[in-house]
């Protein structure tokens, strides 16, 4: 049950794209097509913008995007606006029922 | 809509126990998964336990597991965390979630309870 390793910060200027990395096993991220990503701006709950690895749910820009390779899922945002600046998690499916989230991914719009 | 509202939290010293529930509305609860995420004050999110929809399956991540007991009403809509022998590092915002079968995650969060170990 050790947490997925996202790296703790990533930034970009207005228009550029960045991708933050989620590194898992082959018991979560390798083993499922059950990742998800999920956006939290400070004193909020978490918004879901990604699930099963590449899907977006209704009214999520399509310039959120998922993909995985191996024990690697990415989620990549393309055109950054000033309101994507915000903290970002990963999270896996990891057998049982059980979940396993990322450290957290802090994202700086310059 | 759907609606989370976690109580039960505060300060508590350390080895107490404390029991927080989860009052859901807006969807019925005796059909989804649901579970408890914690984070501590500045720190990432971290999965803590699942219950099924019926409650016949428990899971818990080992930092909680034989201390902290997930359970569940349907009956009054409700989700409960018991937590015994707390420790400092449980200290965190703890929050109910419903677990969508359709998106294979987490798909609503409550805004949390606070619990706060310390002497």
């Known amino acids: 049950q050790s947490a997925l390793t996202q790296p703790r910060s990533v930034s970009g200027s207005p228009g550029q794209s960045v991708t933050i990395s989620c590194t898992g096993t082959?018991?979560?991220?390798?083993?499922?097509?059950?990742v998800s990503w999920y956006q939290q701006h400070p004193g909020k709950a978490p918004k879901f913008m990604i699930y099963?690895?590449?899907k977006r749910p209704s009214g999520v820009p399509d310039r959120f995007s998922g993909s995985k390779s191996g024990n690697t899922a990415s989620l990549t945002i393309s055109g950054l606006q000033a309101e994507d600046e915000a903290d970002y998690y990963c999270?896996?499916?990891?057998?049982?029922?059980?979940?396993?989230f990322g450290g957290g991914t802090k994202l700086t719009v310059l | 809509q759907v609606q989370l509202v976690e109580s039960g939290g505060g300060v508590v010293q350390p080895g107490r126990s404390l029991r927080l529930s989860c009052a859901a509305s807006?969807?019925?609860?005796?059909?989804?998964?649901m579970h408890w995420v914690r984070q501590a004050p500045g720190k990432g999110l971290e999965w803590v336990a699942v219950?099924?929809?019926?409650?016949?399956?428990?899971y818990y991540a080992d930092s909680v597991k034989g201390r902290f007991t997930i359970s569940r009403d349907n009956s009054k809509n409700t989700l409960f965390l018991q937590m015994n022998s707390l420790r400092a590092e449980d200290t965190a915002v703890y929050s109910c979630?419903?677990?969508?079968?359709?998106?294979?995650?987490?798909?609503?969060w409550g805004q949390g309870t606070l619990v706060t170990v310390s002497s």
């Open positions: 979630a419903k677990y969508s079968g359709d998106y294979h995650c987490i798909e609503y």
């Open positions: 807006g969807f019925t609860l005796s059909t989804y998964g």
């Open positions: 219950i099924s929809y019926d409650g016949g399956n428990k």
């Open positions: 082959s018991s979560d991220v390798g083993g499922y097509n059950y």
């Open positions: 099963d690895v590449t």
């Open positions: 999270c896996s499916y990891a057998g049982r029922f059980t979940l396993v």
